[in-house]
Protein backbone atom coordinates (compact mmCIF):
# COMPACT_ATOMS: atom_id res chain seq x y z
CA UNK A 1 0.00 0.00 0.00
CA UNK A 2 1.10 3.64 -0.77
CA UNK A 3 -0.05 6.30 1.06
CA UNK A 4 1.23 10.03 1.00
CA UNK A 5 2.32 12.49 3.45
CA UNK A 6 4.06 15.62 4.55
CA UNK A 7 6.36 16.14 7.30
CA UNK A 8 4.67 18.60 10.04
CA UNK A 9 6.91 19.67 12.55
CA UNK A 10 8.74 16.36 12.20
CA UNK A 11 5.68 14.11 12.29
CA UNK A 12 4.89 12.48 9.01
CA UNK A 13 1.09 13.50 8.26
CA UNK A 14 -0.61 11.45 6.12
CA UNK A 15 -2.77 13.10 3.04
CA UNK A 16 -6.80 12.33 3.13
CA UNK A 17 -8.44 10.23 4.74
CA UNK A 18 -5.54 7.24 5.21
CA UNK A 19 -5.00 5.86 8.33
CA UNK A 20 -3.18 2.98 9.93
CA UNK A 21 -3.95 1.07 12.89
CA UNK A 22 -1.89 2.25 15.82
CA UNK A 23 1.50 0.55 16.22
CA UNK A 24 1.49 -0.28 12.36
CA UNK A 25 5.30 -0.92 10.98
CA UNK A 26 6.10 1.65 8.06
CA UNK A 27 8.33 2.40 5.55
CA UNK A 28 9.18 5.63 4.64
CA UNK A 29 10.61 6.26 1.36
CA UNK A 30 12.32 10.33 0.61
CA UNK A 31 11.74 11.95 -2.29
CA UNK A 32 13.72 14.56 -3.11
CA UNK A 33 11.75 15.86 -6.09
CA UNK A 34 8.27 15.86 -5.51
CA UNK A 35 6.84 13.61 -7.72
CA UNK A 36 4.30 16.42 -9.24
CA UNK A 37 6.55 18.86 -10.54
CA UNK A 38 7.17 18.33 -14.25
CA UNK A 39 10.52 20.27 -15.91
CA UNK A 40 9.59 22.22 -18.91
CA UNK A 41 12.29 23.06 -21.26
CA UNK A 42 13.18 26.62 -22.00
CA UNK A 43 13.13 27.87 -25.58
CA UNK A 44 15.86 29.87 -26.67
CA UNK A 45 15.06 33.36 -27.74
CA UNK A 46 16.65 34.26 -31.10
CA UNK A 47 17.16 37.70 -31.48
CA UNK A 48 18.22 39.08 -34.96
CA UNK A 49 22.09 38.40 -35.67
CA UNK A 50 24.18 40.51 -37.54
CA UNK A 51 27.97 39.06 -39.07
CA UNK A 52 30.71 40.95 -38.04
CA UNK A 53 34.52 40.88 -38.03
CA UNK A 54 34.55 43.34 -35.05
CA UNK A 55 31.84 42.41 -32.23
CA UNK A 56 30.57 45.48 -30.64
CA UNK A 57 31.60 47.73 -34.05
CA UNK A 58 27.96 47.52 -35.01
CA UNK A 59 25.58 50.50 -33.61
CA UNK A 60 22.50 49.24 -33.19
CA UNK A 61 19.55 51.71 -32.56
CA UNK A 62 15.98 50.20 -32.44
CA UNK A 63 15.73 51.98 -36.01
CA UNK A 64 18.26 49.48 -36.84
CA UNK A 65 17.19 46.55 -35.49
CA UNK A 66 13.34 47.02 -37.13
CA UNK A 67 14.90 47.60 -40.54
CA UNK A 68 16.98 44.06 -40.29
CA UNK A 69 14.08 42.89 -38.91
CA UNK A 70 11.82 44.18 -42.04
CA UNK A 71 14.65 42.64 -44.29
CA UNK A 72 14.74 39.00 -42.47
CA UNK A 73 10.86 39.02 -42.89
CA UNK A 74 11.03 40.34 -46.95
CA UNK A 75 13.35 37.52 -47.81
CA UNK A 76 11.84 34.90 -45.72
CA UNK A 77 8.45 35.79 -47.34
CA UNK A 78 6.17 36.89 -44.83
Not at 37 to 57: I, N
Request: a negative charge.
Amino acid sequence: MVIQGRVHHGVVVLEGNQSLPEGAAVTIVYQDKPAATTERKMKRVQFPLVSSDRPGALHLTSERIAEIMDEEDAASGH
